[in-house]
């Protein structure tokens, strides 16, 4: 009798296999021609569609009877969006000390998007010269400072380095043509959507061309040109010279934005409290055009960038892997968490302020496992970037070759100089000491264009690797040990160091 009972807390080989295999490319067709149909407009962020797609994914969550894990008790994790606009004829950019001069707003100098509010800044003027990835050692020589960054921010990674230096204000310097000046002053003229991620202590940002900037970093007894082009992180102080700006807002709309978070909860009494992250962005860049979001690049006379691929591919595979293990009888040693974000599109927006409003204990999930455009380019394969900064990649591979039935091999990262680590929704976990992988097939001609529509989607491709990230998922939540970190990729990324 004692043996029977084990047999029926066990997972069989059988009913795994019977739980992947209900992945299947014809729900993914399915579910992908309804969340990138063009009734859905782009799911801009925010947007009436964006919330109907949100409100479809509860659903599905709902029917597959997994537990509701955002706001009040229900699926749905919203965060603010202020619309707002810069009050150009009353703000004001100063600098005083060591020389006495003004840059114009919108000639000179603009605010890059996080001033959202009505507010002064003031701090002494320093020029930080040679790769933000440097060593800087005493940040005490930056905290509190108006920062002119000669050399960037080049990604992600050296955003969030200055960030954490504290700095009063940053000045980011602008070499290009006078068209993309101009491109840029109208982007930030009209009414804007506040970044959900900043708080009102965050440094300000600030955009000044170098016609401007050169000559009064030059009076003021520094080289921008010889800083620009340093091969080590240095600080030097301009003088003693202050920068001083009046910002100037008016909030015209109070908006939101949503997440869904749903729960599997775990089978084992002690593991259960412990998670394993299944995300995606359900967001994409809307319709070409005055009214739309600006991402979206019209093809001929279509307009509707559908983001079948970018991210509905990713979309689809986290419901669809919500179902699969939501039919396993034990259920997953493990909770497991469906994450599907919003504001990818705007700057990783969903993701950050889930983990930084996370709805379960952030130090108990063990691992990320981020979907992000898998539905296009090569079928057999498919890239795993971060499998070299943690175990999770030595799994993934071992899991791979256990199930060569799928035909789908993990690479490494065959782009590292485009950054994309940096650049979807698990940094926001890498950031916060979470072990992540990164499931993406490349981009492709229709990157953020019309053409990326429902039915150029590879949907038995993709079935083939949601399966592979359900086996994956569930070694993961079934393994006693947490995975690990790569000690050298815990000191880069998450200590900064």
């Known amino acids: 009798m004692v043996g029977l009972l084990l047999l029926l807390t066990l997972q069989t080989p059988g009913n795994v296999q019977q739980a992947a295999q209900s992945i299947t490319q014809n729900d993914v067709r399915r579910r992908i021609g309804i969340i990138a149909d063009d009734s859905m407009r782009g799911r801009d962020t925010p947007s009436p569609e964006l919330d109907k797609v949100a409100e479809y994914i509860a659903g599905e969550y709902r029917r597959f009877g997994l537990r509701p894990a955002g706001d009040a008790n229900g699926y749905l994790q919203r965060y603010s969006l202020d619309r707002f606009q810069v009050v150009a004829e009353s703000s004001a950019i100063m600098i005083h000390g060591g020389i006495d001069t003004t840059l114009a707003y919108s000639t000179d100098a603009v605010f ?28 005490s020589v930056v905290a509190g400072k108006m920062l002119i960054l000669a050399s960037g921010p080049r990604n992600r990674g050296d955003q969030e380095r200055v960030m954490g230096w504290k700095p009063a204000g940053i000045i980011v310097p602008f070499g290009g043509p006078d068209s993309i000046w101009t491109r840029r002053v109208g982007r930030v003229a009209g009414p804007q959507l506040r970044d959900p991620t900043l708080q009102s202590g965050s440094p300000l940002v600030i955009a000044v061309r170098m016609a401007a900037l050169q000559p009064i970093v030059a009076r003021l007894g520094g080289d921008l040109a010889a800083a620009g082009s340093a091969q080590a992180l240095q600080v030097t102080k301009l003088g003693g010279a202050q920068l001083h700006v009046h910002a100037r807002v008016k909030v015209l709309e109070k908006r939101s934005a949503p997440n869904v978070v749903a729960i599997l909860p775990g089978s084992d009494p002690k593991l259960k409290d412990e998670y394993v992250v299944f995300s995606a962005h359900m967001d994409h860049v809307g319709v070409a055009g005055p009214r739309g979001s600006g991402g979206c690049r019209a093809q001929g006379a279509d307009s509707i960038c559908n983001g079948a691929d970018d991210d509905g591919s990713g979309t689809v595979a986290v419901v669809e892997l919500a179902e699969a293990f939501a039919r396993l009888n034990p259920k997953p040693k493990r909770s497991l968490l469906f994450l599907n974000v919003s504001g990818e599109e705007k700057g990783l927006w969903g993701s950050e302020y889930f983990a930084d409003h996370p709805t379960v204990a952030l130090n108990n999930v063990v691992a990320d496992l981020n979907i992000d455009m898998v539905g296009r380019n090569w079928r057999d394969t498919i890239v795993a970037i971060g499998k070299e900064h943690s175990d999770l990649g030595a799994t993934l591979n071992r899991v791979a070759s256990e199930h060569p039935e799928l035909n789908m091999k993990p690479i490494d990262d065959i782009w590292p100089q485009e950054n994309f680590y940096f650049r979807s929704d698990h940094y926001n976990f890498a950031r916060k000491g979470v072990p992540i992988l990164f499931f993406f097939n490349g981009t492709h001609e229709d990157y953020h264009r019309p053409g990326d529509s429902p039915d150029k989607i590879d949907a038995e491709k993709e079935a083939r690797i949601a399966q592979l990230i359900f086996y994956l998922g569930l070694e993961v939540a079934n393994t006693a040990a947490r995975p690990k970190w790569n000690p050298d990729s815990y000191k880069r990324i998450v200590s900064g160091q």
């Open 112 to 139: 890059a998007g996080n001033v959202f509010e009505t507010k002064d800044y003031a701090g002494e003027l320093v020029l930080v010269a040679g790769p933000l990835s440097g060593s800087l050692g005493d940040t």
